[in-house]
Nanobody
C-alpha cells in the first residue's frame, strides 16, 4: 500500500506545475484526497482537497483559491494538483493524504485542519518558487 507524490520542481514566480498523487496496492475511489504543504518552520497546511468517489466537492485554502485546481482520475488511481501563478510563498514540501468516505465540503474543510486521522500519507515532493 503506497501513495506516491510527484511532479515537484523549481519554477519561476508566475509559473505552473502539476503534481500527481498515485496510489498502489489499494483503490482511491472510496477516499477523499488532500494536498497539504509544509514550509520550513511552519505547520502543515491543507491547501486543496477533493471528495471521495466522483470528486464532486472540492475545498481550497484562501491562500491558493483561484490558482490551484485539484482533480481525480479514478481509472488511473491518481489525483492531480494543477498549480498556476505560483508565488514565492508556495515554496514547500507538498504531501498527499487520504481519508475514507468524505463527501461534503464541510467534511473536506475539517479534513484540511484535522489531518492526524489520515489513513495514508505519501512521501512529499518539493516545490520551490524562485527567480
Amino acid at each position: 500500500v503506497q501513495l506516491q507524490a510527484s511532479g515537484g520542481g523549481l519554477v519561476q514566480p508566475g509559473g505552473s506545475l502539476r503534481l500527481s498523487c498515485a496510489a498502489s496496492g489499494f483503490t482511491l475511489d472510496g477516499y477523499a484526497i488532500g494536498w497539504y504543504r509544509q514550509a520550513p518552520g511552519k505547520e502543515r497546511e491543507g491547501v486543496s482537497l477533493i471528495s471521495s468517489k466522483d470528486g464532486s466537492s472540492t475545498y481550497y485554502s484562501d491562500s491558493v483559491k483561484g490558482r490551484f485546481t485539484i482533480s481525480r482520475d479514478n481509472a488511473k488511481n491518481t489525483v492531480y494538483l494543477q498549480m498556476t501563478n505560483l508565488k514565492y510563498e508556495d515554496t514547500a514540501v507538498y504531501y498527499c493524504g487520504t481519508m475514507w468516505d468524505i463527501t461534503s465540503v464541510q467534511g473536506l474543510a475539517a479534513m484540511s485542519k484535522y489531518y492526524s486521522g489520515m489513513d495514508y500519507w505519501g512521501k512529499g515532493t518539493q516545490v520551490t518558487v524562485s527567480s
